[in-house]
């Protein structure tokens, strides 16, 4: 048996009497055997009749409806979720009620108490998905791409689930349907862990397919301050400053201790309006967007020039930039956290940087494509190269053979020409003629082999060759 949702979290029962029951003020309630208040209720207030009714439906959801014909939904366990959450349950936040809907861990393997460990939505600036440590972030889901959690590249909306992601003015959710034969569920555990579990009906047991945080590039803030984390750099260490900025201490950054991150280089208020511009970081899950602003009327490139015009803007990008065409505009106006690269995901990022800086880069960038350009040409020549060779030696190969050819026939008709005119019956031994042995005329040897072409040649031996004799009588 697994364990989804428990009613009575911080109130146990250490025995088998409780009651579950529904009271009469028509709540659903918990009581221990031989007591009048209850352990947990539903706690709603129900206008009218108090004639309810308690329903666990197939989607695991514990319902509390009105028992009448309009079966209106009271209360449901989907809204105040444990550490489980299950398909089609709702993560985030009512902006109209206030209701906010989030896991948290047990204390332990065997106690539901609640524990150090939460994963909610946080609405502020553009809304992002938190596993938190107490109140501290200890990952970061990150923003909603339009297709997935920027902080999860190996999502997708296709093989298993049916996402939906809603960010208005009454709510801000997320909301993980499924496909009819897979069941599904994610658990953040009581170690800090957020996994997601499959059922196998032939293994008849639960087995995870994803998990995280799983690297050092996953925890929150790992590289500090206006830093990125660049997991694919085995050789060096992981954290990298941003463009434009360089490390808070290098003797730090030199035994890899990335925490206190990086610092703009020279004076950033003498920057705007000197030639400055932006360098773009590719396939990066941009910094924490709490403190970010949004527009949602602007794309990419309108979104860079009102950047340009605001000298207190370090960074900006796309909001929904895997959806809706790429749309919103988000600026950065302060220190950047929590960045970091992927190898084959993430966003476009532009980081506001000086002149001198800029052309640096420019330089760099020239050099590279020069050297993706020298390459594409070095590999053409090398390829031309081989074809040009691989042809003359196929073109010298074909006239060699015809030469061959025409050579051979030349000799043997030559040959064929001299025998006839230098050999007749007379001439003959007569103990030749007297043997066992046939006699052909070199003429009609000459005509059975086709001239003694090399097509109707079977071998080579001591006496010469061996060719395959055709005459027809």
């Not at 108490?113 to 909610?120: A, P």
């Not at 050579?407 to 007749?424: G, M, P, T, V």
Request: proline fraction near 4%.
């Amino acid at each position: 048996m697994t364990v989804v949702w428990v009613a009575n979290r911080e109130n146990p029962i250490n025995d088998n009497s409780g009651i579950l029951s529904i009271d009469n003020q028509g709540n659903l309630a918990l009581f221990q055997k031989n007591q009048t208040l209850p352990v947990w209720s539903t706690n709603v207030s129900i206008n009218g009749t108090r004639n309810s009714l308690a329903q666990l439906l197939d989607s695991g959801n514990l319902v509390l409806v009105q028992n009448d014909t309009q079966k209106a939904v009271l209360w449901q366990s989907f809204d105040y979720p444990t550490n489980t959450m299950l398909p089609f349950m709702k993560l985030g936040l009512s902006l109209k009620t206030g209701l906010n809907r989030f896991l948290t861990s047990w204390k332990s393997p065997n106690d539901p108490g609640i524990g150090n460990f939460s994963y909610m939505i946080d609405p502020s600036g553009f809304p992002q998905l938190y596993l938190f440590k107490g109140s501290e972030p200890l990952w970061r889901t990150g923003t909603w791409t339009g297709l997935r959690w920027s902080g999860v590249p190996e999502m997708t909306n296709t093989f298993i689930f049916n996402v939906s992601y809603v960010n208005n003015v009454d709510e801000v959710s997320i909301t993980y349907g499924v496909k009819s034969f897979v069941i599904t569920r994610m658990v953040t555990n009581e170690t800090g862990i957020q996994q997601r579990f499959t059922w196998s009906k032939e293994r008849q047991n639960w087995f995870g397919f994803w998990s995280a945080p799983k690297e050092s590039c996953d925890f929150y803030g790992h590289c500090g301050p206006n830093a990125y984390c660049s997991p694919d750099q085995s050789d060096r260490f992981e954290c990298m400053c941003f463009p434009g900025f360089e490390p808070k201490s290098q003797q730090e950054w030199d035994i890899r201790d990335g925490a206190g991150g990086c610092v703009r280089k020279g004076n950033f208020s003498a920057m705007c309006g000197n030639g400055e511009g932006f360098v773009k970081l590719t396939r990066a899950k941009a910094p924490d967007t709490s403190k970010a602003r949004l527009d949602m009327s602007l794309g990419l490139k309108q979104c860079g020039e009102k950047c340009s015009r605001d000298c207190s803007c370090v960074a900006f990008g796309s909001a929904y930039y895997e959806g809706n065409g790429g749309n919103g505009c988000l600026t950065w106006h302060g220190d950047m956290v929590d960045a970091r690269t992927y190898t084959a995901a993430g966003q476009d990022l532009f980081i506001r940087v000086d002149a001198d800086e800029l052309a640096r880069y420019t330089r760099k960038g020239l050099l590279q494509k020069k050297g993706v350009l020298a390459a594409i040409i070095v590999s053409a020549v090398v390829l031309f190269l081989i074809v040009f060779v691989f042809s003359y030696w196929l073109v010298r190969k074909i006239r060699r053979e015809r030469r061959r050819k025409s050579k051979s026939f030349y000799s043997f008709a030559r040959s064929s020409s001299l025998f006839e005119d230098s050999i007749n019956g007379k001439d003959i031994d007569e103990s030749t003629r007297g043997s066992d042995l046939p006699f052909f005329e070199l003429s009609l040897i000459a005509s059975a082999t086709n001239n003694f072409s090399v097509d109707n040649k079977l071998g080579q031996g001591g006496f010469g060759s061996v060719y395959k004799w055709i005459y027809v009588a």
